[in-house]
């Protein structure tokens, strides 16, 4: 028998929206939730294609007053604000949290891996932060990828959290509000 840990506060990742030619920073969202009630938001800043958003989190999460109660972080995606490639290891390893990437659709990886190779400053780095993750696996009408938690536990957090689409709240929380602060009112699909 397989235990299953629990995950009752969660803390869901987005990033805010940006022109295509946004060069600086952009603003990332963390919707914290205890069970299904929003308990809390935290806002940071990272750069747009650069690669502070890992340590962004992390100090992001360790200085609020959530970070005893978090269990399990969240991320729309592994890449934020363009490609600021998150380093989920390095979240995993500094917070001692499960991690837990969500993408609504299966992502085109070839062209991912062009882009940064050839077109993104760190590519080479980030490309293998990206492919040390693995291959993301379809769970419960979406694609996650995962550190620290099996896929079963994987699988209930998003039949959890799933409540009005396919995107666990968190994370659609966490996208309302990023549309939000930066278009003055929320916009679009998770």
Known sequence: ???????????????????????????????????????????????????????????LIASSRFANHIGLIMLQGVAMAGFNVVDALYLHRRLKLPVLIVARHRPDMAAVRQALLNHVPGGVRKWKLIRTLGPMESVAGVYVQRVGLSINEAEAVIKTFAIHSHIPEPIRTAHLIAGAITLGHSKGRV
């Open 1 to 59: 028998m397989i235990h299953q840990h629990r995950y009752s506060n969660v803390i869901g990742f987005d990033d805010a929206p940006f022109p295509r030619n946004h060069r600086g920073d952009v603003s990332i969202v963390g919707a914290v939730y205890a069970a299904l009630r929003l308990d809390g938001v935290l806002v940071s800043r990272i750069r747009k294609d650069g690669a502070n958003a890992a340590k962004k989190i992390v100090a």
